[in-house]
T-cell receptor
């Protein structure tokens, strides 16, 4: 069964550094998402992406964050200048049509540690 | 905007039953349920699309009351493998929101 893949599985970075988290969504899916989960807490929506554009973003997704699909395959989340509070698990997800009728397929996540 | 789940946490002995509730302040057109094991990604359990609909997945079933903007997940004869955090999820606009989560621990 096709799956969403994320790399790296764990990223350690120093405060103020830029990080790029990578995701390869399922190939025939059209909608892509990034979520954040601080340890032991809820899964928080960051951004949705469709047709090479952000379709919606949350309050968390400020100017420090950006997403792009540079090559039609990868879907990346960039954090420009990391803060300690950015330490979390970041999940990428994809959905065939962006409707509520079909499930989200999640990657295994990238654990980001900011020191 | 985020659905609220109750209870926040529950501990069961193997074989016992549990109910997890999900309540939204906004109109619900569909409800998703996911289970997350510690350190892993959420895994899809089921989607409910219509008010009053019920669905089952092994010994896990769910109901959806569109009018009350609520959904409930029923776990019967719980097994150790049911341990994890359960999230309901709803779609609003172009966002999938997840509920506040319910930690379920099944002990022998």
């Amino acid at each position: 069964e096709p799956e969403v893949t994320q790399t790296p599985s764990h990223q350690v970075t120093q405060m103020g550094q830029e990080v790029i988290l990578r995701c390869v969504p399922i190939s025939n899916h059209l909608y892509f998402y990034w979520y954040r989960q601080i340890l032991g807490q809820k899964v928080e929506f960051l951004v949705s992406f469709y047709n090479n554009e952000i379709s919606e973003k949350s309050e968390i997704f400020d100017d420090q964050f950006s997403v792009e699909r540079p090559d039609g395959s990868n879907f990346t989340l960039k954090i420009r200048s990391t803060k300690l509070e950015d330490s979390a698990m970041y999940f990428c997800a994809s959905n065939p049509f962006g409707t509520g009728n079909s499930p989200l397929h999640f990657g295994n996540g990238t654990r980001l540690t900011v020191t | 905007q985020q659905p609220v789940q109750s209870p926040q946490a529950v501990i069961l002995r193997e074989g016992e039953d549990a109910v997890i509730n999900c309540s939204s302040s906004k109109a619900l057109y569909s409800v998703h349920w996911y289970r997350q094991k510690h350190g892993e990604a959420p895994v899809f359990l089921m989607i409910l699309l219509k008010g009053g609909e019920q669905k089952g997945h092994e010994k896990i079933s769910a109901s959806f009351n569109e009018k009350k903007q609520q959904s409930s997940l029923y776990l019967t004869a719980s097994q150790l493998s049911y341990s994890g955090t359960y999230f309901c999820g709803t779609k609003t606009g172009n966002q999938f929101y997840f509920g506040t989560g319910t930690s379920l621990t099944v002990i022998p």
